[in-house]
């Protein structure tokens, strides 16, 4: 059902700044490919957003923090990160889209920093090449 719903809508994220590819979604395996054009696009219109996991403290079952976690909004629905991520680390926009993550995480928190409770911690997973080749 996943690979009908991505596949029967490539003709409508089909970016046209690049006339030599013929779609940006490629069946691979089992991952999807996404062009470098269309997650560069999908960055300068912010459609990157954070969703949290919470973090539950193991000795009293209270909420701690969250893991920060990446979801790609499209007109046609939310795409996974299975499906986006090894296509932003091959073109290496994995900073981009963390700092964009960051942005508007700081953003939430700063509209509810008077209701977390002291100590609330947020947590983001990095690439590896981003911290060895900043």
């Not at 996991?53 to 909004?73: D, F, H, M, T, Y």
């Not at 991520?85 to 920093?113: A, C, D, F, W």
């Not at 947020?122 to 080749?133: L, S």
Request: aromatic share 10%; net charge positive; with cysteine.
């Amino acid at each position: 059902m996943k690979k009908k719903r991505i596949m029967s809508n490539k003709s409508q994220h089909n970016d046209q700044t690049n006339k030599n590819e013929k779609a940006p979604f490629l069946l691979a395996n089992p991952q999807y490919y996404i062009s470098r054009a269309t997650l560069k696009k999908a960055l300068d219109n912010r459609e990157f957003y954070p969703w949290f996991q919470p973090i539950v403290c193991s000795k009293n079952a209270k909420i701690v923090g969250c893991e920060v976690l990446a979801r790609w909004e499209r007109p046609g629905g939310v795409i996974l990160p299975s499906e986006f991520i090894p296509s932003t680390e091959k073109y290496r926009l994995t900073t981009p889209l963390i700092i964009q993550l960051m942005h508007k995480t700081g953003y939430m928190v700063n509209k509810m920093r008077n209701i977390l409770p002291e100590g609330f911690h947020f947590g983001v997973n990095v690439c590896a090449m981003d911290i060895t080749n900043p």
